[in-house]
Each structure stands twice: as C-alpha cells, then as structure tokens.
C-alpha cells in the first residue's frame, strides 16, 4: 500500500498556518510501514482541489486528505472528493445526533450551515470526531481508499490514532511494534555511519530522526501478533544499546532528555542547582516542565552579569578579569560555586556567546562552555553551535542537560565500586 498525503486551506498556502498535520501524518505513516511517496498543498478550490484528487487516485492506493470539512461555503473537500468518485452526499443520522449533543451540551444554537456536516458520500463510513462537528469519513472504492480528516490538530490527532490507525491496521493484517532509541552527544551523520548494516532491513525497519542536538532512531517490525513482532525489535535494539551504549539516554518513545534527568536524579536522591547565562534560564525551564522536578530541582540562578556571577556563584573577579566570562575557568567556577552554595548533589552552569553580536575572532557567536559539578568533581566542556540565537541556546540546552546526566552516570559508576 502507497500513500498520498493532501492538505486542503488557502491559510496554508498563505502560511498563515504552520502544516503540522503533514507532518503528523507522514509520521504516522512511516510509523505504520506505509510508504507516502506524494504530498501537497491546496488552497479551497474546487477546481484545483478535484485535479489533485484525481492524480492521487490514479498513482496512490490510500489518499488521506486533511482540512476544508466545516460549515462554510469553501469548505469543499468532502464534496470534491464524492463528485470525483461520483458518489452522491446522504444524512448519516449518527453524525446528525453527533451534532445535535454537540451544540446542546455548550448551550448553542445550531447554525443551519452546520448539517452540511452530517452529510457523507453514500457507502462510505464515519468515523466520530470526539473534540469537534466534522466526522471524518472512510471511502473505499475500486481497490483504493480515500481518507477524509477535519483540519484542526485537536480534532485530526486523536480521530486518526484511535480510528484510523485500527482501520489501517485491520487492512494490513499485521501487528505492528515499535520502539524508539533516543541518543544525545552524536551527530545524525554519525549515526547513520554506525547503523548503516541495519537501516536495509526491511521486517524490522530502522530509522533515524534528526532532532536538535538529539537523534532519534525507531524500529519498527510487522507480524502476525504482537508478541512477536516485539521478538523481531529485540535484538536490534540490544545491538543499537551495545554500539552507542551511554549516549542512550531512553527506549520509551514518551520520554524526553529532560525527563530521563529528573527521573535520574530522583531515583538517586540527587538535587542539582542550574547556573545560567547565555540560556536565560532555559535549563531550569525544561526541568520544571516535568511532573516531580520539584523533588530534583534546588534552586536556579540567572547570572547575566559578572557581578551576579561573583554575587551568587563565587566566581572571582580576577577569573572574570583574565579570562573572561565567556572561558572554561567561568564555566568551572561557577559550577563549584553553584554545588557549594546551594550545598546540591550537583550544578550544571553554561556561559556562552548566543549572538548575533559580542563574537569576536577568538571567541566566535556559538562558543559555550558548560561546568559540571557533581559531588566535589567538577568537568567543563567546550561547545561550537551554529544557527540563530534561539538555536544556540536550544542546542546548549540540551547538551547542557546530557552533560549533566553523564556526569551523574560516571559518578554512580565510580561510587559502585568504591
């Protein structure tokens, strides 16, 4: 089975809305095994919309199209798609009841627009939208299928994971799992050149996702059940744990780099003070996102100035003087002085250049270094990263974030065996 992915709304083509559900659904698809070879975007026009979906009828098997099924003269996509099949629209009174507990539950009148929604190419079917009027509808129809989803993300996510999925599924008649191997501290270059031997395969695939600072690798096999397309993933994730070992911060496709720090730290009663300057704060940002930092997370500080970093952190002037804020011998004391301070199990300090001025030839916009501390033992890192001000400080972010979780697995590891 090929898939064709088209997406329907003049706001996108105007970029006056980012096409996430592109994304969402060419993902989904990977994540499915079912290859998308086309993908486009069309404004609300019959004309244009009608050619497009005649194209992907004749070279696609399964077309999804997502957006133009409101109330609204120019939503048309539901409407083009049965003249092009040349189905006629009937009432679906499951969709119509639908509509009608709708508007009674937000105590609303039902514009009369609205029961255009109820309405679905005869033969096809349903499928319920749980956060909105528009159902999404299935259509088969001489060996290909076209798949019907609302615009908004609220409404297109959940209809397609807990409908469409099972459906698409049930067609295969396979069983799908799927883990992700989520590494930080290697390039996706590099990746690629390690797990070259097994990216070939076909029952399980492995792919990988390039991320910022962080690569993602999934494996993905089919089977007859479950239980054994988990024996397929298996050693091939053993193999991936084997080749890149630490830098392996999860397996669980939920958990991000910010969690599995928390989640450390936790499981070790470990608190960690976070000392910033170039990222502001972001750190401690992305810490807090997490349910339970507040277990983990003992205090922060934001220390802009060199006088802040003297204040709080105990940086000597006479550091600052020689070497500058922006140096490994900051960066060091300013862990040191974060970890005494505080009296944390360890602190995690940045200083950097994020730009796009104050770079100089010597120390060029990107230069960070991050400190570390954690039980007395302090490393410092030097850093380059490239992009704009928000990715350099993204990026330091996240570096920072797996400095500090190997820094905790190298001292578990040194105080195992002492």
């Known amino acids: 089975m090929s898939a064709e992915i088209i997406c329907v709304g003049t706001e996108l083509l105007l970029g006056n809305i980012v096409n996430t559900n592109a994304a969402y659904l060419a993902e989904r698809l990977a994540y499915l095994g079912i290859p998308c070879y086309y993908q486009s975007v069309v404004g609300d026009n019959e004309e244009r919309l009608m050619h497009l979906v005649k194209i992907a009828l004749q070279r696609s098997e399964l077309v999804i199209l997502s957006g133009g099924l409101g109330p609204t003269e120019d939503d048309l996509t539901k409407e083009t798609a049965a003249k092009a099949l040349g189905l006629k629209l009937v009432e679906d009174s499951v969709s119509k009841e ?55 993300p609220n409404e297109l996510l959940p209809m397609f994971q807990n409908q469409v999925e099972p459906y698409l599924l049930k067609k295969r008649k396979a069983s799908i799992y799927s883990q992700m191997v989520k590494l930080c501290g290697i390039g996706e270059s590099d990746v690629e050149e390690a797990i070259r031997d097994l990216t070939g395969s076909t029952n399980p695939t492995v792919a990988t996702y390039a991320k910022t600072s962080e690569v993602h690798i999934r494996v ?111 960066a060091k004391e300013m862990a040191r002085g974060g970890c005494i301070n505080t009296k944390a199990d360890a602190c995690i300090a940045l200083t950097g250049i994020a730009g796009p001025d104050g770079g100089t030839e010597e120390k060029p916009v990107g230069l960070v270094y991050i400190g570390c501390s954690v039980a007395g033992k302090t490393e410092v890192r030097e850093c380059r990263f490239s992009g704009n001000r928000a990715k350099i400080r993204e990026s330091a972010c996240t570096a920072a974030l797996n400095m500090l979780r190997t820094c905790i697995l190298e001292y578990l590891s040194e105080t195992k065996f002492t």
């Open 98 to 152: 639908h509509i009608i507990q709708f508007f009674k539950i937000r105590n609303k009148t039902i514009a009369e627009n609205n029961w255009k929604q109820a309405l679905i190419p005869e033969g096809s079917i349903a499928l319920e939208n749980e956060n909105g009027t528009a159902p999404g509808i299935i259509i088969e129809q001489d060996g290909r299928t076209l798949i019907l989803l609302p615009g908004p």
């Open 220 to 330: 993905t096999a089919f089977s007859e059940t479950e239980e054994q397309a988990r024996k397929l993933v298996k050693p091939v994730v053993n193999q991936l744990k084997a080749r890149f070992g630490s830098m392996i911060y999860t397996t669980e496709p939920e958990v991000s780099l910010e969690q599995a720090v928390v989640e450390l730290l936790a499981k070790n009663n470990m608190k960690v003070t976070c000392a910033e300057s170039c990222t502001g704060g972001m750190v401690a940002a992305r810490l807090i996102n997490v349910p339970g930092a507040s277990a983990v997370l003992h205090e922060s500080f934001v220390t802009y100035s060199n006088k802040a970093k003297r204040t709080y952190l105990d940086v000597k002037k006479g550091t600052l003087k020689k070497f500058g804020a922006v140096s490994e011998e900051t």
